[in-house]
């Protein structure tokens, strides 16, 4: 079955540091995929999104590329606000599973001034 | 355009009592999942209505059960609750087509219902 897997957490960095948060899948042919971000006592709101294979996915700094090749869409930011503290999930939405998302675990990031 | 909106926000329950939830989909979106969200944890899929008709279910008993109304909005029933479906519950709506019902956009989600089974 489809499954998502997200580094471990907490991430804790500085102001202006540079993020990464790694993210690799399993799922037979080309899922799509994303990130999302729920910040406290919130639901989850799309970050952004990649439905095949080189796309690259953008939004408010934030990046992630598909790779195929290594079934990865690591979230990338250069430089953190203090406002991007809040839990990222990855997941995926996979062809044979119609339209449900898989998440992954998420990971907590809080970034200090 | 309105978002999605889930009702109640917060609800505490007695185990062995049944609960319904209520979500209220974007306009324009005609299908409607259900995601439970333990603490700590990311979200479970539960089940997905498409034009009032269950349309994908993941690994939850049938004491966990979904309608959809002509207007799309959604109800999430749950008999005979346990202590361990204390959780986050999170509506989603989207706008389904093609007869994979493939997505490739993201889902909407609403702010969620915090059940707590005591």
């Known amino acids: 079955g489809n499954s998502v897997t997200q580094m471990e957490g907490p991430v804790t960095l500085s102001e202006e540091a540079f993020l990464t948060i790694n993210c690799t899948y399993t799922a037979t042919g080309y899922p799509s995929l994303f990130w999302y971000v729920q910040y406290p006592g919130e639901g989850l709101q799309l970050l952004l999104k990649?439905?095949?294979?080189?796309d690259k996915g953008s939004n408010k700094g934030f990046e992630a590329t598909y790779r195929k090749e290594t079934t990865s869409f690591h979230l990338e930011k250069g430089s953190v606000q203090v406002s991007d503290s809040a839990v990222y999930f990855c997941a995926l939405s996979g062809l044979t599973s119609g339209s449900r998302l898989t998440f992954g675990e998420g990971t907590q990031l809080t970034v200090n001034p | 355009e309105t978002g999605v909106t889930q009702s109640p926000t917060h609800l505490i329950k007695t185990r062995g009592q049944q609960v319904t939830l209520r979500c209220s989909s974007q306009?324009?979106?005609?299908?409607v999942s259900w995601y439970q969200q333990a603490l700590g944890q990311g979200p479970q899929f539960i089940f997905q209505?498409?034009?009032?008709?269950?349309?994908g279910r993941g690994n939850f008993p049938p004491r966990f059960s979904g309608l959809q109304f002509p207007n799309y909005s959604s109800e999430l029933n749950v008999n005979a609750l346990e202590l361990d479906d204390s959780a986050l519950y999170l509506c989603?709506?989207?706008?389904?087509?093609?007869?994979?019902?493939?997505?490739?956009?993201?889902?909407?989600f609403g702010s969620g219902t915090r059940l707590t089974v005591v």
């Open positions: 990649a439905t095949k294979a080189d």
């Open positions: 306009s324009g979106h005609n299908t």
């Open positions: 989603a709506s989207s706008l389904a087509g093609g007869q994979t019902m493939k997505f490739r956009y993201g889902y909407t």
């Open positions: 209505y498409y034009r009032e008709e269950e349309n």
